[in-house]
């Protein structure tokens, strides 16, 4: 069973910065493409961003372009989203996800985590 895990989450001043993670309970973390998703109270879930098995391709919803980074690490089974110059509208419960690619749509994604409360401030 492939099952993705969420930390990092927490509350953070506007302007603020925090790390999420995700690790893959899994050792062919490789052949996936990694997504993190998002759902703030009362709204739809959303796409964040998305990276390839390889790392060398990413993807961005508009919303975070500039101020969110993902990035893997297939040694250690785990991606990870930077968060920088987070704003109040950033408040969500964040998602992990793992699927064959790196598309914006959570119908491609086969394997998802519990998620990670991230609360902002303002």
């Known amino acids: 069973q492939v099952q993705p895990v969420e930390s990092g989450g927490g509350l953070v001043q506007a302007g603020g910065s925090l790390r999420l993670s995700c690790a893959l309970s899994?050792?062919?973390?490789?052949?996936?493409?990694m997504g993190w998703f998002r759902q703030a109270p009362g709204k739809e879930r959303e796409f964040v961003a998305a990276i390839t098995w390889s790392g060398a391709s990413t993807h961005y919803a508009d919303s975070v372009k500039g101020r969110f980074t993902i990035s893997r690490d297939n040694a250690k089974n785990t991606v990870y989203l930077q968060m920088n110059s987070l704003k109040f509208e950033d408040t969500a419960i964040y998602f992990c996800a793992a699927g064959p690619f790196a598309t914006l749509s959570d119908n491609e994604y086969d394997y998802w985590g519990q998620g990670t409360q991230v609360t902002v401030s303002s």
């Open positions: 899994t050792r062919t973390f490789a052949n996936y493409a």
